[in-house]
């Protein structure tokens, strides 16, 4: 028997192992299996067995199987493969991005001790006499051990040594790195089950009145919440440990350790306490009868139309059914106040998934999706990866949002669109819901390949915020540099605070100033490792690099002049932040950003601060915008439009339009009377005519026309191709050789090579290569097997070899 194996690496293929006669009645397909490969071992899952020996080589013999029972669905492994293929990537990187780590079990090296060396120690230096006694002692040392003797990390000239003397030599095992949590409970001793017995001994007078005080505290904690944890029990009768101890010695109390789930889950049952809106209920029918009809539907539904309530309905009829459920967010930010309602909903039934849990935490709950227990998953991408077993819907809530698509490292696929095919393979429903859907959502759907269901009133009729448009020409600053906070706006800021409401200012640049400029000859401090500027983060009094995280202390003379004075222009939230607490001293300022919302939390922490009107205005990023729903909001700021509006990118227009028209939705939610308020100097621009009318169909015509006219998505598809090299002349000849051999099958549907806006990223230089190929599925995958064709070859010219080949499908 072989099996073909999946390895956690970036292989050209699936290696084929040959299965020992023992492990024949155990192996199956999604068990991992201990494999080695280039003198280092690996936890490997087998994607299928069978009897075809390979003629081209004698296949070497997997060591050990893992598991009793598979750790993945016949689901998931199609999953894995679909996403290899169309992202053009390994599944071994599929199989890293999709199993906790724990399950991806680590080699760990372990220094073995020679018994033919004898304890003749004298010819070896003091650092090797150390780990050759120890080694004597134990026979076998780990690592982290001989680091520790040592009292360094640097080990390795000294084990390099002690193998070449012949002392020890090396092996290497598996490490499993889970360990269940366990906690220690208290129970009452047999004998006093009897409640005679029980009633003698608390009649006792000789007995200790602390022991009795904590004897009484166990047994009144036990009538009220049942198990008792020694925690719990000390914390709450205020006894020591010494007391406990008493009782436990004289065999009234006994201790148990018992294994417990790190997450704390509430009890299962479903409880839905809300009646739909006349509009929600035609929603929710027409969504049902389309989901009958067709695999995918998309809800249009306006900022504050209620459409988390339509998706608690679907979902309730799914886990009636005894199906599972995933609902996705685009940012695990969101996560935060959408389970709080979800929660209320399903309670137990509900569990969350997202990279800010703890690796032990995430197995867990992956064990109990694994199993059916868990029958609703609130999660971001990476959830996508869970081993469901029944799954009946997927909810894609903000189907449009950028941060569905995986950028670094591969695999680089969009989670909506493998959510799609993942759907599938269980004859499952999808859902996506936006109120500014993508380009290619609405055109899939008003083209009728997706159901379309139209919601466009908001929840208890309210109406959508009232947009002004507030012209930033007409206002000089003395320094020459954008308004942070014009005139009107601090006018509609004070009026709202007067009324009790709150504000939220929205600016897409975090830190202090995105870049500082010498006022003599205009240098701008950059990055050594990347080409570009370097912003200034006062909280830390320090510059940033955002695209490779260098921190640099701030400068203060001109490398170029030697000039003193600096100007620092435009502004991030920090700026931001410090000038409205100088213009409003008295009023309760937060800033929600990557920098000031970290840990577990933290951003959760901020939120329920900001809904219990604890907070009266909020800076941030795009964190602000997604989705989130705040009662007492009636003024909303976006403080920069000009550079929302000018990226070099075809889908500038949709992210732009998506984004303040995301973010106008936290305005007036409740009353209706909300207003949005937009700084910007180009004020003619189309975006802004459609954005001030709410008109998404509008603005649809518009994109979809130019899209038509410029042959890009929906109606091509896109692959980029970045090459990376440390050598820029380097990266320009591979990124020209390898469009010369395209060009003869695709030389029409090529553009570039070209260097892209930011031109080196952490010292590697970058070229890109676009392919935009018409919707043919033949001629996509012919492309698909051209470019993993060339890569090949370019990778076997040597001074190509260490050139980097990153094929992005679907880019932007």
Not at 121 to 135: G, I, K, Q, R, Y
Not at 578 to 593: K, Q, S, Y
Request: with cysteine; glycine share 6%.
């Amino acid at each position: 028997m072989y099996a073909e194996v999946i390895i956690p690496l970036a292989l050209p293929k699936n290696y084929t192992w040959s299965v020992p006669e023992a492990f024949r009645d155990q192996i199956r397909p999604g068990c991992r299996v201990e494999v080695k490969l280039r003198n280092k071992k690996y936890a490997g899952l087998v994607k299928q067995t069978h009897y075809d020996k390979p003629q081209a080589f004698e296949p070497a013999e997997l060591l050990n199987v893992l598991d009793s029972t598979p750790i993945i669905h016949p689901q998931q492994l199609a999953l894995w493969e679909w996403i290899a293929n169309y992202y053009l990537c390994s599944e071994g990187e599929v199989m890293a991005a999709a199993l906790p780590a724990h399950f991806k079990l680590s080699s760990e090296s372990i220094l073995v001790y020679n018994e033919e060396t004898g304890e003749d120690f004298t010819h070896l230096d003091n650092d090797e006499f150390v780990v050759a006694e120890a080694l004597l002692i134990k026979r076998e040392l780990k690592l982290s051990e001989v680091q520790q003797l040592l009292d360094s990390s640097h080990v390795y000239p000294v084990i390099k040594r002690l193998i070449e003397k012949k002392v020890c030599f090396v092996w290497e095992a598996l490490k499993e790195t889970y360990a269940p949590k366990k906690e220690s409970y208290i129970l009452l001793c047999p004998p006093y089950h009897d409640e005679e017995a029980l009633a003698n001994l608390l009649n006792k007078d000789t007995r200790a009145p602390k022991q009795m005080e904590l004897l009484l505290a166990y047994l009144h904690l036990s009538k009220t919440e049942g198990d008792v944890t020694r925690a719990g029990l000390l914390k709450k009768s205020g006894a020591s440990d010494a007391q406990l101890k008493g009782l436990i010695e004289k065999n009234i109390l006994r201790q148990e350790k018992r294994q417990v789930d790190r997450i704390k889950y509430l009890p299962r049952n479903i409880e839905i306490d809300f009646e739909l809106t006349t509009a929600q209920q035609q929603a929710l029918d027409q969504v049902s009868a389309q989901l009958r009809e067709k695999p995918v539907c998309l809800l249009h539904g306006v900022t504050a139309s209620g459409k988390t309530q339509v998706y608690i309905r679907l979902i309730e009829e799914v886990v009636r059914s005894g199906k599972q459920a995933l609902y996705l967010l685009p940012e695990i930010a969101l996560t935060s106040q959408i389970i709080r309602r979800l929660q209320k909903h399903f309670g137990g039934y509900i569990g969350i998934y997202h990279s800010k849990f703890s690796q032990n935490e995430r197995l867990e709950t992956w064990n109990k999706i694994r199993s059916g227990e868990i029958k609703v998953v609130l999660g971001a991408r990476s959830s996508l990866f869970l081993p469901f077993e029944d799954l009946g819907l997927i909810v894609v809530d903000e189907e449009h949002d950028a941060s569905y698509k995986q950028q670094e490292p591969a695999p680089r696929y969009h989670a909506r669109d493998a959510a799609v095919y993942y759907s599938s393979l269980f004859g499952a429903k999808v859902l996506l819901g936006s109120a500014t859907p993508s380009v290619e959502s609405y055109f899939n759907a008003s083209s009728g390949k997706y159901g379309l269901t139209e919601l466009n009133e908001r929840f208890g009729n309210v109406r959508l915020p009232e947009i002004g448009i507030i012209d930033t020409r007409r206002i000089v600053s003395k320094d020459k540099n954008k308004p942070i906070l014009t005139l009107p706006l601090q006018e509609a800021i004070k009026e709202s605070l007067a009324a009790g409401k709150q504000v939220i200012l929205f600016q897409n640049r975090r830190g202090y100033s995105p870049y500082q400029v010498c006022e003599v000859c205009g240098w701008i401090p950059q990055c050594k490792n990347c080409d570009v500027s370097l912003s200034f983060h006062k909280l830390t009094n320090k510059l940033h690099c955002h695209y490779c995280g260098t921190v640099y202390p701030p400068v203060n003379t001109c490398a170029a002049c030697g000039n003193h004075q600096f100007l620092q222009r435009n502004f991030g939230t920090e700026r931001i932040e410090e000038l409205l607490e100088e213009i409003l001293p008295e009023t309760r300022i937060a800033r929600m950003d990557i920098d000031s919302v970290r840990g577990k939390t933290a951003h959760d922490t901020l939120i329920q601060q900001f809904e219990q009107q604890r907070i009266d205005v909020l800076v941030g990023t795009q964190m602000v915008v997604k989705g989130l729903d705040f009662e007492h909001v009636d003024l909303v700021g976006i403080l920069d439009a000009d550079s929302i509006l000018s990226f070099a990118d075809f889908r500038v227009n949709e992210r732009a339009f998506q984004l303040m028209e995301q973010v106008s939705g936290r305005a007036g939610r409740k009353d209706g009377k909300g207003k949005v308020l937009i700084q910007v100097s180009n004020t003619q621009h189309p975006v802004l005519g459609y954005l001030r009318a709410h008109d998404y169909k509008e603005f649809f015509h518009h994109e979809i026309a130019g899209r038509r006219n410029f042959q890009y998505p929906p109606f091509t598809r896109v692959i980029l191709i970045t090459f990376r090299h440390k050598d820029a002349m380097v990266v320009r000849e591979a990124a020209q050789l390898f469009a010369l051999n395209m060009r003869a099958d695709f030389g029409k549907y090529l553009v570039g090579p070209a260097e892209p806006v930011v031109n080196r990223i952490r010292n590697q230089y970058l070229m890109e290569l676009m392919l935009k190929l018409p919707k043919e599925a033949r001629l996509i995958q012919h492309a698909k097997l051209v470019i993993q064709q060339q890569t090949a070859i370019l990778h076997n010219d040597k001074k190509f070899r260490s050139v980097v080949i990153i094929p992005d499908v679907d880019a932007f």
